[in-house]
């Protein structure tokens, strides 16, 4: 999920910094270019922790900067497919809830909490079971599945995680979903 990468991207310094191209300047114009941005190879930038090199500048005939490639290191989060992982309801709407998963939103379809019909109740934030009084709110912890996962390079924003809690061992922290006895496999007589 989380891991620290060695990468490659190219940094426009300004004219007004050009006497300054230093590790410093340079990571601070990476950090504003890319942290937040979710890439299909490496997932989202979290930090850029340190530069390492910085090329040769290349001017552009109609650009007023100097372009540096440069070699850093940093922080991305990449879940995988079927990974389990912790995060906390951030938003409940009709049709799930938006659990974050550190710098990204994941969605926690109301079909894939509960085989229990949710109701929405909005005054609450909150999805809640009719048949029992299980309740999914703003600022609970639930552990959850990965399950889909569309990565929009274009726009960050528009990437999709899909989440599932209806397998045992995921939910709301303190009702983990059990293998009950009626779901056990039943053994055969030989």
Do not use: C
């Amino acid at each position: 999920m989380y891991k620290r990468v060695r990468l490659k991207d190219t940094v426009e310094v300004p004219p007004e910094h050009l006497a300054d191209v230093t590790p410093e300047r340079v990571k601070r114009l990476l950090q504003e270019k890319l942290e937040g941005l979710m890439d299909e190879d490496v997932g989202s930038v979290v930090s850029i922790s340190e530069v390492h090199e910085i090329g040769d500048g290349t001017v552009l005939p109609s650009r007023p900067g100097v372009y540096y490639e440069a070699e850093f290191d940093a922080v991305t989060f990449d879940p995988k497919m079927q990974e389990v992982v912790d995060g906390t309801v951030v938003e409940v709407v009709e049709f799930g809830a938006f659990v974050g998963l550190g710098p990204v939103d994941g969605l926690l379809h109301v079909s894939q909490i509960s085989d229990e019909y949710l109701a929405y109740d909005g005054e609450n934030q909150q999805l809640a079971s009719t048949e029992s009084n299980e309740t999914l709110g703003t600022e609970d912890a639930v552990r959850v599945r990965v399950v889909t996962k569309s990565v929009d390079e274009r726009n960050p924003r528009d990437s999709k995680i899909g989440l599932t809690a209806k397998q045992p061992g995921l939910g709301k922290h303190g009702l983990l979903r059990e293998e009950r006895d009626d779901e056990a496999p039943v053994a055969e007589d030989a």
